[in-house]
């Protein structure tokens, strides 16, 4: 059995109500008619009881054994919660045609920050449920935990793929000494919003639950002298505008009315 806090690797099945909604399994996927190319399937990487995932479904991770196929079920209260009629609102088409969306039933919408399904349509209103989609089902999990991460760097890795995601991950350059960590960032990084939004989460859980004590990310870029010397001699010519590889820190330019790059 794993311990709370641990960092693990996760194959599972998720059902609700007896319909798969979620999985790790690109095969189980394609079969349910739910496959989302791009996706990266495999084994997910999570913080092991500490209120990650549904209650129902953390308190079964920490009573499995690594290796070894466990199935659970549970409840709304251990799952998604009960529905709440509460939650479900009606607004006029117009609020979504000046939106320019056209709601059908089952359609996600955002809709007042929050996010909601489309779940009846008439020509005077349009009802959204802002209830989870899982809310008042009974929830099966069959899962596998098919690591508990040890090493220092892989700790590291699988902290910062569970939070920024895992296909935005790839590049990062890890190396760790004791409970030093630096991190090279890939270059997506760099000008990402959601890397700057969950910078400081991943810096709490690589301290938490990594055993690290000091963090530095390093940024790089390339030297002008590193541009090609065709589209440097183009950027010389008369006239010609300077490609955004040209300009002196390899960044693209500040967009008008906006600052540069912060740190």
């Known amino acids: 059995m794993v311990a709370k806090g641990s960092i693990v690797r996760v194959d599972y099945d998720a059902w609700a109500d007896g319909e798969l909604f979620d999985t790790t399994s690109e095969a189980a996927a394609k079969k349910a008619g739910m496959h989302r190319e791009g996706m990266i399937y495999g084994p997910v990487p999570l913080v092991a009881g500490v209120g990650r995932v549904v209650a129902g479904f953390d308190k079964a991770l920490l009573a499995a054994k690594v290796g070894e196929r466990a199935s659970v079920e549970f409840g709304p209260e251990e799952g998604f919660g009960e ?9 006029k088409p117009s609020e979504f045609e000046k939106r320019d969306v056209h709601p059908h039933v089952g359609m ?13 349509v008439t ?17 099966k999990y069959e899962f596998t935990i098919t690591e508990e991460v040890a090493a220092p760097e892989e700790k590291a890795k699988a902290i910062v793929e569970a939070i920024y ?37 991943i810096v709490s859980d690589l301290r938490q639950f990594g055993g690290f004590t000091k963090i530095r990310f390093v940024e790089e870029y ?8 065709e589209t440097t001699t183009r950027a010389a010519e008369p006239g010609a505008p300077v490609p955004k590889s040209a300009t002196p820190s390899g960044m693209p330019p500040a967009k008008p009315g906006h600052e540069g790059h912060k740190h």
């Open 83 to 91: 529905r709440d009629p509460a939650k479900i609102q009606t607004f």
């Open 108 to 120: 996600r919408v955002r809709m007042e920050d929050r996010a909601g399904t489309v779940v009846t």
């Open 123 to 139: 020509p005077g209103r349009v009802r959204v449920d802002f209830n989870p989609p899982m809310a008042g089902k009974k929830v």
């Open 165 to 201: 995601g895992m296909g935005r991950s790839a590049g990062f350059l890890l190396n760790a000494r004791g409970t030093e960590l630096e991190a090279t960032l890939p270059d997506g990084c760099k000008y990402d919003g959601r890397w700057h939004a969950t910078k400081f989460l």
């Open 222 to 229: 390339l030297p002008p002298e590193a541009v090609t010397q």
